[in-house]
């Protein structure tokens, strides 16, 4: 069997590692970055975030907000090895951008802080790779900071999140004093000055001495405990050399039976170049993770990460520029150079690809081609979209897209002026084209252009963008929330007969229905369907179309036209007519049929909540609980850390507009919080029936 390092030496794709930085807001994702590309020697000057001066914060609006909007991808080398990374957004409104990303990437490294732990956004970004199936390593961030703890953070890892931490250094001094980590797999000290410059290596302090020797035995007992060839050569030496060891803890990481955990200070500059050992070390390259698969025809096939196998990538990013629109993309197999023709299995059209770029933030490097394992740039598309597959024209290809939320939170646009409204709908599309998650209409009732997204800081960005980009001036009425509304009583036996005759071909249907809430384990999308017609009298193509009929129907509920989710219909009886009845009158009969069931039934009206996580200086506590109250909160769960206030609770959405404001005015500048959305609750004004 080959080895890992016998992989590196005959196949240069093993000597690339594609990552993404996952955090909660304020962890320090974009300072890791950064000093990542320091040490790299992609850049020669630390990039601040407080100043203003980071690569991949490059958005103007990301340097006057202080956090990162947008993600962006870099590309670095490190030991022989080529890292393509991307930073990716902390908060919450902005999840879609990590989502997108994490369908593309092979590991990543989740930072957290060591005062806070595992924060709601942490835990959500956790989540979110976990479906993907991606590899991670955990950096703990800020020992630098007053209250900072390691063995807290870790706790909180293996509490909240569950995965194994398997720590693999221990902190040198503490707070102030941190000044270096003791390596435990090699036993060795590593050390920063002031400056934060390369590391010193050397034996570790006799005052740490005992403690590092036993988490080192407590490291080998954690990794042998999961790992059967480690186990083996445990229970005969009774301990394990580093080598073992490492290649132990690479297997448990891809396999996601442990989490390799490292710390440091990025904003010191402490704990990154080991960082990079362990992404290196530990994170899979394109060869170690399975080979992708997609669907011909119906039929799935896999594209392993070969250069010389059909080509096959998937688009990740649209971003329009003033120079030209640029189409960021994962190349899963295949090779392609400058002047290719691609097909885009979404638009079923060919694309001419202009030129390749290696990416760097907002800067980039003309490539002569790009490769399987590849994350680049292109220039020519005009047609792809995020989610879109490219692939050889010859060996056409659709790869599965990254999910895409439903928007929570509306807004009604208009130019102030009526000579703008036309550059208003143009820079809208094209907003909609970069990001899938923001969604534009025109209401029925009212003609308005309602913008809608995932939450108050999404659209506020998104409308900022427009009046920065296009100089246009624009109103922006009051946020709205995405109602919802769900069956609490059914009905059962509703009779609906389609009959229509107007000449020429006649439609019938005939059909019986049950409809009832939905039981929480059914249905991954709030609606279910069966079937309990006997003898034949539907027959079975008729059926679908009931059931698209119904689906037709859930667009918009009795109550105020919101969707309709969290029910059950059950097709019980039928009837057809031998000549006039089709798919097309069955649809129609299950549509109204349904509509007319849910005027029969006792509606509920479901309104977005979210968790609240507020931190706030103790004596300001009684404060937020009342105005917390005041907004229909209900408190989960309260603690105290470092000195300050933690309070989580379940809040209406439609209450927390210009939450941040008031919570600032309430804490004079103190507070903080955080809301990440936790699905629907019913309103409280909300009408039983009809």
Known sequence: MRTHLDRHLTNPLAAVRNLGILAHVDAGKTTVTERILFATGTTHKRGEVHEGTTVTDFDPQERDRGITIFAAAVSCAWDGHRVNLIDTPGHVDFADEVERSLRVLDGAVAVFDAVAGVE???????????????????????????????????????????????????????????????????????????????????????????????????????????????????????????????????????????????????????????????????????????????????????????????????????????????????????????????????????????????????????????????????????????????????????????????????????????????????????????????????????????????????????????????????????????????????????VYRHVKQDGGAGQFAHVVLDVEPLESEEGADGFAFRSAVVGGRVPQEYVRAVEAGCRDALAEGPLGGHPVTGLRVTLNDGATHVKDSSETAFRTAGRFALREALRGCAMLLLEPVSEVTVTVPEDAVGSVLGDLAARRGRVTASATRAGAAVVTATVPLAELFGYATRLRSRTQGRGTFTARPTGYAPAPSAPLAR
């Open 120 to 494: 709601p956004q942490s835990e959500s970004v956790w989540r979110q790779a976990d479906r993907h199936g991606v590899p991670r390593i955990a950096f703990v961030n800020k020992l630098d900071r007053a209250g900072a703890d390691l063995d807290t953070a870790v706790a909180s890892i293996r509490e909240r999140l569950h995965p194994a931490p398997l720590v693999v250094q221990l902190p040198i001094g503490a707070e102030d004093a941190f000044t270096g980590v003791v390596d435990l797999l090699r036993m060795r000290a590593l050390t920063w000055d002031g400056e934060g410059g390369a590391a010193t290596e050397g034996p570790v302090p006799d005052a740490l001495l005992e403690e590092a020797r036993r988490r080192r035995r407590l490291l080998e007992e954690a990794v042998a405990e999961r790992h059967p060839a480690a186990l083996e050569e445990f229970c005969d030496r009774e301990t394990l050399a580093a080598d073992t060891l490492a290649a132990a803890l690479r297997d448990l990481t891809h396999s996601g039976d442990g989490v390799v955990v490292l710390c440091g200070s990025a904003y010191r500059n402490r704990g990154i170049e080991p960082l990079l050992d362990a992404v290196v070390a530990y994170l899979p390259s394109p060869l170690d993770v399975p080979a992708v698969c997609g669907t011909h025809h119906g039929v799935d096939e896999r594209r392993p990460a070969d250069p010389a196998a059909p080509f096959a990538a998937l688009v990740f990013k649209v971003n329009a520029t003033p120079t030209g629109r640029l189409t960021y993309l994962r190349v899963y197999s295949g090779t392609i150079e400058k002047a290719d023709t691609v097909w885009d299995a979404g638009a079923r059209r060919t694309e001419r690809i202009g030129r390749i770029l290696r990416v760097r933030a907002d800067r980039h490097a003309q490539l002569d081609r790009a490769v399987a394992g590849d994350i680049v740039a292109v220039v020519g598309l005009k047609s792809a979209r995020a989610g879109s597959t490219l692939c050889a024209p010859g060996a056409p290809l659709v790869l599965e897209p990254p999910g895409v939320a439903d928007p929570v939170v509306s807004v009604a646009v208009e130019a102030r002026t009526s000579t703008d409204a036309e550059r208003l709908a143009s820079a809208l599309a094209r907003l909609a084209e970069e990001d899938p998650s923001l969604v534009v209409r025109t209401d029925a009732e009212t003609g308005q252009t309602v913008l809608s997204g995932m939450g108050e800081l999404h659209l506020e960005v998104a409308v900022e963008k427009i009046r920065r980009d296009q100089g246009l001036d624009v109103n922006v009425g009051r946020p709205r929330v995405s109602y919802r509304e769900t069956v609490a009583r059914g009905v059962s036996g509703l």
